[in-house]
């Protein structure tokens, strides 16, 4: 595959989702069945997440990806932090949405958000020069909070933009596409790391 063609593919498979006209690179995925375009989202196929996955997987058993394993296991407890956060700072504790007219509740939730990103910035640093695609993330995600201490409120959530989550959600998917990990596999590690976080404490 042509080096834009698969430049194309990998990005719609960490993506997930990609809004906006069509290129070419993404009608010719279409036509070979790597990606599905309906008016103007584009998503990779099974067949597609699969090719990206090869041309992203670490070699197996190497240095590298024992390194990136220690780092995303590491990643998985503060991973469940933020998925707390973004659901308090869309619901109150009592199941009402949160319309963020209580500005104590959002400085609460605002500084929670800040000990997960302090969590997860070393990790980052560390992953990038191991995974030299993470390496943006790390600024993709300060980006998002500057964007929310602006005062909208939406860039901590939203999927329709890169907002924090969304970043986040797209670095999580880079590295169970390094590590050739299945999401069943990651939900059931993270419930198990997240334990025994727990138990230590």
Known sequence: MAEDFAAELVELAVRGMRRGPATPQLEALAAQGFAVLKGPLAMPTPRGTELAGEMLRLPSGSAEEQRVRALYETFLP???RLRDVCT???CHPDGSANDHS???YDAAVRDDLDDVHEA???VLR???PVLPRTGGYLTRLEAALERL????HSWLASPMFDSYHTVWMHLHQELL?????SR???AELEERLVAETRDAG
Not at 177 to 181: K, P, R, Y
Request: hydrophobic share 50%.
């Open 177 to 181: 596409l390094a590590l050739g990990v």
């Open 149 to 152: 201490d602006d005062g909208d």
């Open 120 to 122: 997860v910035a070393p």
């Open 126 to 128: 560390r992953l990038a």
């Open 102 to 104: 209580d500005a104590a």
């Open 184 to 186: 069943a596999e990651d």
């Open 88 to 90: 308090a700072w869309q």
């Open 78 to 80: 503060i991973n469940r």
